[in-house]
């Protein structure tokens, strides 16, 4: 079991989860982030003064998922994310030690 | 089918009013009863005051636009604070005014300077409750003029956001709105000095915005500016208002209690001047919306939307000495100016470091000195002159810096001014009051 995290442009959201759920990914989070990366911030005015914006606003999804279905969803997030301008995120995945399903009990690839 | 019956009321009205022709309105009044029953004074006087009625409400309302334009342009951590310093300066400022304050402002025949009275109240019904008295009855001139009252200490309340100390903020709104609001209130409407002097300020673009204006100058110079608003390499790091949509409600409900604020200014509901009031007062809103619009998008490059906001503000501010006596061609252009001037003044006034969260010294300050000058310019009535208006609004704004000046360095010295720099960076909301504004997670809902 793999967790991957995508940190992404907000606009993405729509299409990447049509995306996962194309390839029958069943659930997934999503929170409100802010950060920087290579695309670092912008400058805003506010009132006649400019200011930076260092933490951009970006959408952070986290899906868990079974090792069979690792690369698929990755790729399915990348294609859907992707506009090739600095700012398109960033995909990160790790091992999932164990996962319960709380209402069953069900352990492993089940609980998913 | 044509009713025959249907005109019935309207010839007994004509009746009453053909029967009540030959009383003058200024006919002389001995009772109550016998006033009530002359058919054409009475019902005359009921619409007057009705209407002086339905104003002070209109002015009321104003109270939650400048509560929710503050909130709206400050930081969410700093949300109870604000509201909080707006619920005290209404009550407080209506408590005092039946108090002192209308007294005070309206102190009959005196120096011209200053005196000081007791509450309100009265003996006579007769003098106090008919023409007699005026256009209304002296409850509706009291609770009119104490709807206004609480406004001048509300315009600073914005200007020392987000790091005043409650207990120094509320003694000072405090003294502001049961002395020196009705103190240099006197002066002009009162009958006092500048009255005499042929000064014009219709609904108080003096009065209550430059007096407002410039007692906020005085305690943000006292004060000092917001921690990191100013870095210490010389720029300037904007602190963004949490909620433009509260503080476009804010503007609105604004313009909607000007109706009433230069509206019931008239003190009748003569149909000729009430009508032009709400179209100058309208245009020059809409004009200085659209110069401060413009304004902003060739001068800073941007179509700044806080800065739109100010510019209907600034229109209004601006019209309000004048708005009884000036063309509606130039209630645009004070209006025009007036939402031009707005922009340059809050950038200016930024840029020298003197920070003001909301801009209420350049839109009540700037402006309303402006539209106190602009009757000087514009007015139909020649016997307004620039050189008293300036006179008039200088003293407003001189003796308004002054006096709050001198009691921000006492509060300074004393309570002291500011929060602590960790309850500032913590919020107020939660260092003053204990309470957040949102107390629980949001719920995102598409």
């Not at chain 1, 992707?82 to 009990?105: C, F, H, N, P, Y």
């Not at chain 2, 707005?342 to 003001?356: K, M, T, Y």
């Amino acid at each position: 079991m793999y967790k991957i995290e995508a940190y992404l442009r907000p606009a993405a959201l729509e299409k990447v989860q049509q995306a996962l759920a194309g390839i029958g990914i069943a659930g997934m989070s999503v929170l409100e982030v802010r950060g920087f990366g290579r695309q670092r911030g912008h400058r805003e005015v506010y009132r006649g003064a400019e200011y930076t914006v260092d933490f951009v606003p970006k959408i952070k999804i986290e899906v868990a998922v079974k090792a069979s279905d690792k690369q698929a969803a990755i790729d399915a997030i990348v294609g859907a994310a992707k506009t090739g301008q600095t700012g398109d995120g960033k995909v990160l995945v790790s091992a999932i030690e164990e996962a319960v399903r709380v209402r069953t009990g069900e352990t492993g690839d089940s609980a998913l | 089918m044509m009713d025959r019956f249907r005109f019935a009321p309207i010839l007994a009205l004509s009746a009453l009013i053909m029967g009540g022709a030959t009383q003058a309105l200024g006919e002389d009044v001995t009772s109550l009863e016998g006033f009530q029953s002359m058919p054409l004074v009475y019902p005359k006087f009921m619409i007057d005051n009705l209407w002086i009625l339905i104003s002070a409400a209109l002015v009321f309302i104003m109270h939650l636009g400048f509560a929710t334009l503050e909130t709206g342009l400050t930081r969410q951590k700093n949300t109870v604070n604000i509201l909080f310093k707006n619920v005290f300066i209404v009550n407080v400022g209506i408590i005092t005014y039946a108090l002192t304050g209308f007294n005070t402002m309206y102190p009959g025949d005196f120096n011209g300077f200053i005196a000081i009275m007791g509450p309100i109240g009265f003996d006579d019904k007769v003098a106090n409750l008919t023409v007699n008295y005026a256009n209304y009855t002296y409850w509706a001139d009291f609770i009119f003029q104490a709807m206004f009252a609480a406004t001048a200490a509300t315009i600073v309340s914005g200007a020392v956001a987000e790091r005043i100390k409650l207990t120094s903020f509320m003694l000072y709104a405090t003294i502001l709105v049961a002395f020196l609001y009705p103190i240099a209130g006197s002066w002009k409407w009162g009958g006092g000095w500048l009255d005499a002097m042929g000064f014009y300020d219709f609904a108080g673009s003096s009065v209550v915005h430059a007096f407002g204006g410039f007692s906020a100058l005085a305690m943000v110079l006292v004060l000092g500016n917001r921690r990191g608003k100013y870095l210490p390499d010389g720029q300037i790091r904007p602190i963004l208002g949490h909620s433009m949509p509260l503080a476009t409600i804010g503007v609105f409900m604004l313009w909607l209690g000007w109706f009433g604020f230069n509206g019931g200014s008239v003190l009748s509901a003569d149909p000729g001047l009430v009508s032009l009031v709400f179209v100058t007062t309208s245009l020059a809103a809409a004009a200085g919306a659209l110069a401060s619009i413009f304004t902003s998008m060739i001068y800073l490059k941007k179509p700044d939307f806080s800065m739109a906001l100010n510019g209907i503000l600034a229109g209004l501010v601006g019209i309000t000495a004048g708005a009884d006596t000036v063309s509606w061609v130039s209630a645009i252009m004070i209006g025009a100016i007036a939402g031009t001037l707005v922009v340059f003044a809050i950038v200016i006034i930024d840029r020298i470091r003197i920070d003001d969260p909301v801009g209420a010294i350049s839109v009540h300050g700037l402006c309303g000195m402006w539209g106190t000058i602009a009757v000087g310019i514009f007015s139909t009535n020649p016997e307004h002159s620039v050189g008293i208006q300036i006179l008039g609004t200088l003293s407003y704004a001189i003796f308004a810096f002054v006096a709050s000046l001198i009691l921000a360095l006492v509060l300074k010295a004393t309570l002291g001014m500011r929060v602590t720099a960790e309850e500032e960076d913590e919020g107020l909301d939660l260092a003053e009051h204990g309470q957040p504004a949102y107390a629980d997670f949001q719920h995102i809902t598409n």
